[in-house]
C-alpha cells in the first residue's frame, strides 16, 4: 500500500514562499501522477497541479501559474510544492496525493496547514 | 464558483437513501472519467468512486455512481450515522486543462 507523508505545518509572512513535501513509500513512485490539492478554511477542494517522476514535467492550474512549482526527487520519493507570492487567502490545509490508473485521486497524504499571516 | 455543481447539503433518515448530483458541461464531465471522494471531519478525501462507476476494494456496494451526459450521479442507500461527512466529484476538464472539483455536499444524517 502507497503510503504518502507530509511535512509538518507552516506559518509564513505575506510575499514569501513556502516549500511542502510529500514522501511516497510503498508502490511505484516514478510512474505514478502526484498532485497537489489545496483546501482553503471551511471551503472545497482546488487542484493546484501534478508531477509523474518518470516525466519530470509538471502540469499546473491556470490560477496557479507562475506562482507554483512542483518537483520531484526520485532518489528520495520525495515531491515538493513550493507556492510564492504568499497571500492570507493562501491559507489552508495542502494535500499531496497519488493519482491512479483512471486519474483518480488514490491515496491521499495527511495534509499540511500553511497559515499565511503577518 | 466551482466548475462542477453540486447541492449544498442533502439528508435522510439512517437506512434511507440519498443521490448526490454533479453537474459539469462538454469539457468534463461530458467527456472524461468522474471521481467522488468522502472526507470526513478533519480527515483527508477518500476515494469512494473512479472511473464513473467503480469501487476501490473496501468501499461497500452501499455506494454506486452513474452518468447522464454532462451529469453525474452518487447514490448512498442504507444511509448510516458513520457516512455523515463531504463528498465531492471531480474529474478533468479539457479546457482548462486541470483537474476540477464539485463544491461538495454535506451528507447529514437524520
Known amino acids: 500500500q502507497v503510503l504518502l507523508v507530509q511535512s509538518g505545518a507552516e506559518v509564513k509572512r505575506p510575499g514569501s514562499s513556502v516549500r511542502v513535501s510529500c514522501k511516497a513509500s510503498?508502490?511505484?513512485?516514478?510512474?505514478?501522477?502526484i498532485s497537489w490539492v489545496r483546501q482553503a478554511p471551511g471551503q472545497g477542494l482546488q487542484w493546484m497541479g501534478r508531477?509523474?517522476?518518470?516525466?519530470?514535467?509538471?502540469d499546473y492550474a491556470q490560477i496557479f501559474q507562475g506562482r507554483v512549482t512542483i518537483t520531484a526527487d526520485k532518489s528520495t520519493t520525495t515531491v515538493y510544492m513550493q507556492l510564492s507570492s504568499l497571500r492570507s487567502d493562501d491559507t489552508g490545509v495542502y494535500y499531496c496525493?497519488?493519482?491512479?490508473?483512471?486519474?483518480?485521486?488514490?491515496?491521499w497524504g495527511q495534509g499540511t496547514l500553511v497559515t499565511v499571516s503577518s | 464558483q466551482s466548475v462542477l455543481t453540486q447541492p449544498p447539503s442533502v439528508s435522510a433518515a439512517p437506512g434511507q437513501k440519498v443521490t448526490i448530483s454533479c453537474a459539469g458541461s462538454?469539457?468534463?464531465?461530458?467527456?472524461?472519467?468522474v471521481s467522488w471522494y468522502q472526507q470526513l471531519p478533519g480527515a483527508a478525501p477518500k476515494v469512494l468512486i473512479y472511473?464513473?462507476?467503480k469501487r476501490p476494494s473496501g468501499i461497500p456496494d452501499r455506494f454506486s455512481g452513474s452518468k447522464s451526459g454532462t451529469s453525474a450521479t452518487l447514490g448512498i442507500t442504507g444511509l448510516q450515522a458513520g457516512d455523515e461527512a463531504v463528498y465531492y466529484c471531480?474529474?478533468?476538464?479539457?479546457?482548462?486543462?486541470?483537474?476540477?472539483f464539485g463544491g461538495g455536499t454535506t451528507v447529514t444524517v437524520l
Open positions: 472511473d464513473t462507476y
Open positions: 471531480g474529474t478533468w476538464d479539457s479546457s482548462l486543462s486541470g483537474w476540477v
Open positions: 496525493a497519488r493519482q491512479g490508473e483512471w486519474q483518480e485521486f488514490k491515496n
Open positions: 462538454g469539457s468534463n464531465i461530458g467527456r472524461d472519467y
Open positions: 508531477i509523474i517522476p518518470i516525466v519530470d514535467k509538471p
Open positions: 510503498g508502490g511505484t513512485f516514478s510512474s505514478s501522477p
